[in-house]
């Protein structure tokens, strides 16, 4: 399987995945733990992925999303943004409608 596969494989498995370091509850950077607490205050349902766990996901998926930096939010498989993008989408309002229309069946 190749990296793309296996990341669309990723991507396809939750409505909601954030990429990022470390887990929910340890954040092993600051924009992931502030990713974490923009997702919380949303009352978000997601998954999410270690990128230290997986060095071919870490690098893959920079090239893939086209996207260096992380965490990385995806909503149904598209990719919304890092840290500064949830924070924006989270104060104009935009954000929680988002995550919830992702898990609405």
Request: charged share 20%; aromatic share 10%; with cysteine.
């Amino acid at each position: 399987m190749s990296i793309n596969e296996r990341i669309e494989q990723l991507l396809q498995s939750a409505p909601v995945i954030l990429f990022m370091k470390g887990t929910p509850d340890f954040p092993q950077c600051g924009f992931s733990g502030q990713a974490i607490q923009v997702l919380d205050a949303c009352n978000a349902k997601f998954e999410h992925f270690n990128i230290f766990e997986d060095q071919e996901i870490r690098e893959g998926l920079k090239t893939y999303s086209n996207w260096p930096t992380f965490p990385q939010l995806y909503i149904k498989g598209e990719l919304i943004g890092g840290c500064d993008i949830m924070i924006d989408l989270y104060k104009s309002g935009e954000l929680a409608p988002m995550l919830a229309a992702a898990i609405e069946v």
